[in-house]
């Protein structure tokens, strides 16, 4: 069983940057995918970015280019530098951990990220 523990959300001003970090324990050998969507109250849930144990790479349309995602296998932690925030990234950011074995993904408890002035 795999446990993600999220981090590094707050608040910031339009065109400030955060990391978000999110750690797997417990049964991270199986992990294949890992990564973010965000959720605001009325909006569907978004894909922000996503990383393969290999290094392959998505990102969500409307955070390419601002956005970057990074794992560090040995750590079983990924993180997301957000840059160039804008007030319409605001939401609650949820990791996942996805593995080939498993119907569904594990999630992690969610982490604020507020884009304001």
């Known amino acids: 069983q795999v446990q993600l523990v999220e981090s590094g959300g707050g608040l910031v001003q339009p065109g400030g940057s955060l990391r978000l970090s999110c750690a797997a324990s417990?049964?991270?050998?199986?992990?294949?995918?890992m990564g973010w969507y965000r959720q605001t109250p009325g909006r569907e849930r978004e894909l922000v970015a996503a990383?393969?144990?290999?290094?392959?790479?998505n990102y969500g349309t409307s955070v390419k280019g601002r956005f970057a995602i990074s794992r560090d296998n040995a750590k079983s932690t990924v993180y997301l530098q957000m840059n160039s925030l804008r007030p319409e990234d605001t939401a609650v950011y949820y990791c996942?951990?996805?593995?080939?074995?498993?119907?569904?993904?594990?999630w992690g408890q969610g982490t604020q990220v507020t884009v304001s002035s």
């Open positions: 996942y951990a996805d593995s080939p074995y498993k119907r569904d993904p594990v």
């Open positions: 990383i393969l144990t290999n290094g392959l790479t």
């Open positions: 417990g049964s991270t050998s199986d992990i294949n995918a």
